[in-house]
């Protein structure tokens, strides 16, 4: 949980004051401007009103060439960045012919699958032959090929469950699954810092939503022992059912979820566990079977398993695992499986041959290599991150960590600088954070070399004392500290 100093909080808070001042201020100016021009009125209202508007175009657009940066290669541990230029202070981007070649801190390329792979690609090319780029139908129609079915009975092995179901997108399978788990009269418990796919499906399913404090057992009992007590809103009756969603990695923290004890606590209330593994399956784990391995969970104490394919797998889609009746009744009501057409069968291939690389079914153990990097990699580079004195978010064995900006004018400043010395980073603010907590996102990958890490922290380094952002003192360096013990 990020504890905000004081000062921090009151520089970062006057920084969007005067930023609002001023914006409001050119508003006023602007209808003024525009009330004297102004003939035909055509008696529409603005369809773009509120203070969204105001922040996309007063806030957003001054710093929009550090967020949506073209590509022009694939995401692996180097990429090319297409280079923009705006002649209009930001308001539009235009793309150059031009590119840079940076090091890759941004993509979820966390088992550096998203690269041409000895063993996937070639696989992926002969099922876009046989099967082409698109079934072009739902799954209940003519959208189920021979992979599709091979690639839910591998996910449901994988993961630990009797059965999967999958979905052409990692979003929607948050947003339309959970509607079709839970409605009016039942119950959902939902970590305070879930992803926004997670809280759509709820808002969605009809069913009253409570929220816990982030990562917090003791508070998620709380909230269960009361609502339980209290019952339905208006009538008191007993809840149809109580559903509790947490993630096994947080996005935007980096934190591993305290599984094994919200588990606990869901059994001891008889409610359902929902455990979202898009950052943390294939990513951690002795075999890359997320965080059910990683903290000793058995996942048949977890009654949903939902995952993606676009992290550690190098594609695209995500799937639910959980007990056949579950699946079975998805397969039948869930509006993402009989109206969206199927995942592309070359992406389902390429899961396909992933996790076989990490199951060592390839016949090599590039699998176990890969894990081992993108663990050794992480805690190395976020253990650096903390001794030059940046405020790291996260957990160890996590390939997710926030470097905390907090200052709007340090957003830039960070991101376009890292840009400048071939680094890309990716920068994260409101609305994906609360508004004082900007920070900057850095993925590390397997695919990553130790040059390639080092290189990464001497950039960061600094950057990081030129815009000002190690809000901690830096750790003496162990060379210097063995050398002084030698000289007494």
């Not at 609002?20 to 525009?34: E, H, N, P, S, V």
């Not at 960045?81 to 840079?100: C, G, H, I, P």
């Not at 090091?103 to 082409?132: H, M, Q, W």
């Not at 947003?175 to 796919?197: E, T």
Request: charged letters at 20%.
């Amino acid at each position: 949980m990020v504890r905000l100093p004081y000062t921090t909080a009151l520089t970062t808070l006057f920084s969007y004051g005067l930023l609002f001042a001023f914006g409001q201020l050119r508003d006023f100016f602007r209808k003024l401007i525009d009330w004297f021009k102004a003939k035909n009125v055509k008696g529409y209202a603005p369809i773009c009103l509120g203070l969204e508007d105001f922040y996309v175009r007063r806030l957003y657009l001054r710093i929009q060439d550090c967020f949506g940066r073209p590509i022009a290669s694939a995401p692996d541990s180097w990429f090319d960045v297409v280079e923009r230029y705006s002649n209009d202070s930001n308001k539009t981007l235009q793309r150059t012919s031009n590119t840079t070649r940076c090091l890759n801190l941004g993509s979820y390329n966390y088992l550096g699958f998203a690269a041409a792979d000895e063993y996937c690609t070639p696989r992926v090319i002969e099922s876009l032959k046989k099967y082409s780029p698109s079934t072009c139908s739902v799954r209940v129609d003519g959208g189920t090929t021979k992979l599709h079915t091979e690639l839910e009975e591998l996910v449901a092995c994988f993961v630990g469950k009797p059965a999967a179901i999958l979905f052409g997108m990692g979003y929607v399978t948050n947003s339309a699954i959970i509607p079709c788990l839970i409605g009016k009269g039942g119950l959902i418990i939902s970590d305070s810092l879930n992803h926004n796919s997670i809280v759509n499906g709820a808002r969605g399913s009809g069913a009253t939503v409570r929220v816990f404090q982030h990562n917090s057992p003791a508070h998620l009992e709380d909230v269960l022992r009361e609502q339980i007590a209290g019952g339905q809103p208006r009538t008191h009756r007993p809840w149809k059912k109580i559903i509790v969603i947490v993630e096994g990695i947080y996005s935007m923290e980096g934190e591993l979820c305290k599984l094994p004890e919200i588990i606990a606590v869901c059994k001891k209330y008889k409610a359902y566990t929902y455990l979202d593994e898009a950052h943390s399956i294939g990513a951690v784990g002795q075999s890359g079977r997320g965080v059910c391995e990683l903290l000793g969970v058995d996942p048949g104490d977890v009654d949903i398993m939902m995952g993606t394919f676009t992290k550690s797998f190098g594609s695209c889609g995500g799937y639910i695992a959980a007990s056949k009746e579950i699946i079975q009744h998805l397969k039948h009501s869930c509006p993402a499986h009989l109206y969206a057409t199927s995942m592309s069968p070359p992406a389902v291939q390429q899961v396909i041959s992933a996790i076989k690389v990490i199951l060592g079914e390839d016949g090599s153990n590039r699998g176990a290599q890969k894990l081992a990097r993108i663990r050794e990699n992480s805690n190395f580079f976020r253990s650096e991150l903390k001794k030059m004195g940046f405020e790291v978010l996260g957990d160890n064995d996590s390939p997710v960590m926030p470097i905390m900006l907090y200052n709007p004018a340090k957003i830039p400043a960070f991101s376009r600088e890292c840009l400048r010395q071939k680094v890309a980073v990716v920068t994260v603010a409101f609305p994906a954070t609360p508004l004082l907590l900007a920070r900057a996102r850095i993925c590390i990958s397997a695919s990553h070399t130790r040059e390639d890490l080092l290189k990464a922290l001497d950039v960061i380094s600094r950057v990081g004392d030129l815009v000002g952002i190690k809000y901690f003192p830096a750790e003496a360096p162990k060379i210097a500290e063995a050398g002084h013990g030698k000289l007494e």
